[in-house]
């Protein structure tokens, strides 16, 4: 009972110095970036300052928003700089405890939902962010001024960035189904009609209510299905090639030797 304690007491301490090192990480580069606090949030907002009239500007309808805003941008920059090495601290402590196939398919699972996160944050930022706000622009009256506030800004584009971000992870969640059991790829294909059905749904409740917005999440959610599949499909035929089921014989089936008849 005491060697379990101090295993379990010695995998507390590794977790609290894995979750230390990322934070520092984090907060180090946070510092670093902080001096330039400003022209990273005006970085964020350019996609929506290109859209307002001349002479237009974002407002600020808190006292202490004008600061809080543009370090909470900064804090978010910092963690997405820092992710990988978060990353490798959370790979570096369950590692150990994975077989050797897991670890094999663990890692690029691992790098490829972060690259993919963080490719849904890009296209959300160069694409969806111009469309969007130039078809609001277009729609609202004339005789409306808009002026945004930073805040809701930043709680409008944090939205979209988890949004898009979580759909870029469907192929990675379609194999982890695949290789988990839970579900086939004939299976998938089955209810490939409900899965666009949902997309569009999804889209619909959390983007804003424009259908240019709907269709740049549902359409690339469909697509990203599609390639799940096809991925989930390669991994399943490279396991099987490198990995052969073994079947062990049925010991009670064996045959007892005759007896030598002389």
């Known amino acids: 009972m005491s060697e379990l304690q101090e295993t379990f007491i010695s995998h507390l301490v590794e977790l609290r110095d894995r979750l230390l090192r990322a934070m520092v990480a984090v907060i180090v580069v946070f510092v670093c970036l902080m001096p330039w606090a400003g022209e990273i949030y005006d970085l ?21 928003t004008p600061f809080f805003v543009p370090v909470k ?21 369950i590692a150990p405890g994975l077989y050797a196939h897991e670890r094999r398919l663990g890692l690029p699972l691992v790098l490829g939902s972060t690259l993919l996160f ?106 990203l299905y599609e390639v799940g599949i096809l991925l989930a499909k390669f991994v399943s035929k490279r396991a099987g090639t490198e990995e052969p ?6 010991l009670d089936r064996l045959e007892a030797p005759e007896p030598d008849r002389k």
Request: glycine content about 4%; overall charge negative.
């Open 73 to 93: 941008v900064t804090m978010m920059v910092s963690f997405v700089l820092a992710l990988p090495f978060v990353l490798y601290q959370a790979w570096a402590f």
């Open 118 to 223: 963080l490719l849904g944050m890009a296209f959300c930022y160069f694409f969806v962010f111009g469309t969007v706000f130039k078809f609001i622009a277009e729609f609202a009256p004339k005789s409306i001024v808009p002026a945004p506030d930073i805040e809701q800004y930043l709680s409008f584009v944090m939205t979209l960035f988890i949004a898009f971000g979580l759909t870029f992870e469907v192929p990675v969640a379609v194999i982890l189904l695949v290789k988990a059991g839970v579900v086939s790829i004939s299976k998938l294909r089955e209810v490939r009609p409900y899965v666009i059905v949902g997309a569009f749904v999804i889209a619909a409740i959390i983007t804003p209510p424009d259908v240019v917005s709907q269709f740049m999440l549902a359409v690339p959610m469909c697509l």
């Open 245 to 250: 089921e073994r079947v062990e014989p049925d």
């Open 44 to 64: 964020l907002a350019k996609p929506m300052m290109n859209t307002l009239p001349e002479g237009t500007h974002m407002i600020a309808t808190g006292v202490v």
